[in-house]
């Protein structure tokens, strides 16, 4: 009895699914469709579920290794045409190897799609992904992720595990670094762009790759911020700030999606038939293929959602997740549930066409060798103009936080520069975490980029060492707190100085997946050394070095100039210069709300007001913490130039619109400063009253203008009918009549403001 109620539901996930009749999210071609079609009437169960398991490569493992993953049992189910894809397989020679027997010893000769992490470049690393964000520069991030797809397809990869689309409030949790921020609209212009960037043009070009917008859904909501944790959040919160980058994603043609570690509201999302069959398959028209994460599928058992594999393959199945990430669940079960009648074939064989259909629009059926070619893996591989294009990327990530007394830009000359902290002559942390393919050691470090800089005298002292060994991937990153050998020649060097630039911050390592912290504070012995050093000179450049938001508040007090650098990529150390010496003038904008300690988190700045916002009443009934100021040490879409700009004049065209109307918007930005220099225009707005509350500030548009000193522009922006509803608590999207705020800016905490009607 138990059981059968528990398969009802296949029956009505068939009908909706096979009937389905939603807009396609990219255009299918039928010639293709009859060879998919072709190709599964000649396959075999077995066969067909071969196309939904992908193995790891021999190495790099990225979670625990399931038992019996030898690798001699890879190479026997490779021959019988049981794997159809492989991952952190690379370089040519090892992806010809592979797709040599999938092509040429199995029965069908179905080719491999060969995945890969390229999450922020591949040999040569752009900015990590949440530096990248902080540029707000949609062209300069597509540009990072077609350069990226370029190395990753010089060597053999066609799919890339990105953009890592997760919306995420919680700087504890590691993998903020991976994203785009806390906001879902910048959110989705970062996902459209980054799709675009890997997918580019022509998918079957030998220089683009499939790109996979992850993970699928709400992992960044992870409670408490702590990995794989489970995410309890209501359905305004998931459909207006966690699903729309998806959405973006799915829009700009992204080939697959990767489902998650998390559960959501009780339901492992791996096996979740409402995210993946309703909302992605169904309402949204997604044609490409799900794809679980590592050994997800199996978790579904740790997490008491399945009995056993069998149980674990039947639901990830009919939920539609189209194959198994390493979790050696489908290959054992799938084939006998579907013998057993238990999995209709339907569904297998939906999964194995969306798998079958983007290897086809790869390319891979006319030649799956197409990305193995030498020649171009030597050539593409590290060329200058990848250099060129990340060093770009870099300096546009970079955040002005603090800039007292305009003590920078510094000098170029005469002048007596001291450089402290061991992440200033790292070149292995600033590549950041993620970056499998490439070269330890390869960063340019920050000394190194000063040292281009040859008019002063630079001095360098490496303080106490901060992170003992070199950490790598797999390790839990080590942390001196003791040995504080090195302390007081830093502040030697610093008595002696002009100026001190002090790099601090976190290991590379020390963000990422599985590196959630519950403290946000400058690790190891930084903070004690920021103190001494500012004690022996106060003409301190604070140059941070973090993959998350950091609770600098004493730094923020008292330091007169502060450079949020991130981990930078290959180019770290010329990008760093090139600010700090005024050669770049910093345009970057904070894509997470920076906390003055880590418990006001999660913080954001599109919360909700509350019955009680204000202490008007003069007492502690308000909702606020008593210990902190309610508001963050630096604001989302927070960040300064090395001039300043003014902004004015801000006008709609009426008062009142009617839903559907174009509301047209102009404001007035003036370079009020000395230098030329970049400003993102940000506008936001506020719907005072609303069936479902609305939070106090949405990002609803943004431009990165170019101003030379002095000059004045107009900049345009219009909202229509999409700008201005939301997601009520059914999923549906409905747009209220009523009044509305309006702001403008160059942060969230806006300059200019104005109301508008809407009925
Ligand atoms: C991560 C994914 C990644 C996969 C393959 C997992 O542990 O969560 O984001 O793509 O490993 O490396």
Redesign the pocket.
């Known amino acids: 009895m138990k059981r059968l109620k528990k398969y009802a539901p296949l029956a009505l996930i068939l009908t909706s699914f096979l009937n389905s009749n939603a807009q396609q999210s990219f255009p299918m071609n039928k010639e293709t469709e009859q060879k998919i079609n072709h190709l599964l009437e000649k396959m075999t169960i077995e066969e067909k579920v071969g196309q939904m398991n992908q193995y790891n490569g021999f190495w790099d493992v990225?979670?625990p290794a399931p038992e019996g993953g030898s690798a001699e049992k890879k190479y026997e189910h490779l021959r019988k045409g049981w794997v159809g894809s492989m991952?952190?397989v690379r370089g040519v020679d090892q992806v010809r190897a592979v797709q040599k027997i999938a092509v040429e010893e199995t029965r069908l000769g179905i080719p491999l799609i060969i995945?890969f992490?390229v999450i922020h470049g591949y040999k040569t690393l752009s900015p990590i992904p949440l530096a990248e964000a902080a540029s707000w520069d949609l062209e300069a991030i597509k540009n990072s992720a077609s350069i990226a797809a370029a190395e990753a397809s010089a060597s053999g990869i066609n799919w890339t595990?990105g953009p890592?689309v997760d919306i995420s409030r919680d700087a504890r949790w590691g993998r903020v670094m991976?994203g785009a921020g806390e906001d879902p609209f910048l959110g989705s212009k970062i996902a459209e762009a980054r799709v675009k960037g890997f997918q580019g043009e022509d998918l079957t070009a030998t220089n683009t790759i499939a790109a996979?917008a992850?993970?699928f859904a709400a992992y960044g909501f992870a409670e408490a911020g702590k990995e794989y944790n489970t995410a309890d959040i209501g359905t305004s919160t998931l459909h207006n700030i966690v699903l729309p980058p998806f959405k973006a994603a799915v829009n700009a043609g992204v080939k697959t999606l990767?489902n998650?570690?998390n559960e959501l509201n009780g339901v492992p999302v791996t096996g979740s038939s409402y995210l993946q069959r309703d909302l992605l398959k169904g309402a949204w028209g997604f044609n490409g293929f799900v794809i679980s994460?590592?050994a997800s599928i199996n978790e579904m058992i740790s997490w008491g959602h399945a009995k056993d594999k069998r149980e674990a393959a039947r639901i990830a199945a009919i939920a539609g997740s189209d194959m198994d990430?390493e979790g050696y669940v489908y290959v054992e079960e799938l084939a006998q549930l579907v013998k057993d009648g238990v999995v209709d074939e339907k569904i297998i064989d939906d999964a194995v066409s969306r798998i079958l259909r983007v290897k086809f629009e790869l390319g891979l059926f006319d030649d799956p060798y197409k990305y193995c070619d030498e020649a171009r893996e030597k050539e593409t591989i590290g060329n200058p103009k990848h250099h060129e294009g990340v060093l770009d990327m870099a300096k546009k990530s970079i955040v002005l936080l603090k800039n007292e007394n305009n003590l920078l830009p510094l000098k170029k000359e005469g002048q007596k520069i001291a450089l402290i902290g061991a992440l200033a002559n790292d070149k292995n942390s600033p590549l950041g975490s993620w970056r499998i393919a490439a070269d330890n050691n390869t960063a340019i470090s920050v000394l190194e980029g000063m040292q281009q800089y040859t008019g002063n005298d630079l001095i360098f002292e490496k303080g106490p060492d901060c992170f003992i060994g070199n950490s790598t991937f797999l390790d839990e990153v080590i942390i001196n707190n003791s040995d504080k050998t090195g302390l007081d020649e830093a502040v030697n060097a610093a008595k002696k100085a002009d100026v001190v630039v002090l790099v601090l911050g976190e290991h590379g390592f020390q963000t990422g997946?599985g590196r959630s912290r519950t403290d946000l504070e400058l690790p190891a012995l930084q903070q004690e050394l920021l103190e001494a050093v500012y004690k022996a000179n106060k003409q301190v450049v604070l140059v941070l070095n973090n993959g998350r938001p950091l609770a600098i508040n004493w730094a923020d007090q008292n330091i007169p100039a502060i450079v949020e650098a991130w981990q930078l990529g290959t180019q770290t150390g010329h990008a760093v210069a090139q600010v700090l010496y005024g050669d770049y003038n910093p345009s970057g904008k904070l894509p997470m709300t920076f906390p003055r300690n880590v418990g006001q988190v999660p913080i954001y700045y599109n919360y909700k007001n509350t019955g009680r916002p204000t202490n008007k009443d003069n007492n502690v009934f308000w909702s606020h913490y008593s210990d902190v100021e309610k508001t963050p040490l630096y604001p989302f879409g927070f960040g300064l130039s090395y001039t300043t700009f003014e902004y004015s004049d801000l006008k709609l065209n009426g008062t009142a619109f009617k839903i559907g109307d174009d509301i047209k918007v102009s404001v007035s930005l003036k370079n009020t400063g000395t230098r030329d220099g970049k400003e993102v225009v940000q506008l936001y707005i506020r719907d005072l009253f609303a069936s479902v509350t609305r939070p106090v500030k949405e990002l609803k548009a943004f431009e990165l203008v170019e101003l030379k000193a002095g000059e004045t522009k107009t900049i345009h922006f219009t909202l229509n009918k999409e700008n201005l509803g939301f997601y009520n608590n059914n999923g549906t999207f409905i747009v209220e009549p009523g009044d509305f705020k309006l702001f403008v800016g160059g942060s969230s905490v806006t300059a200019l403001e104005t109301d508008f009607e809407l009925n």
Request: proline share 0%.
């Open positions: 990225t979670g991952l952190t995945g992490d595990f890592m991976e996979c992850k993970h990767m998650s570690f994460d590592w990430m997946e």
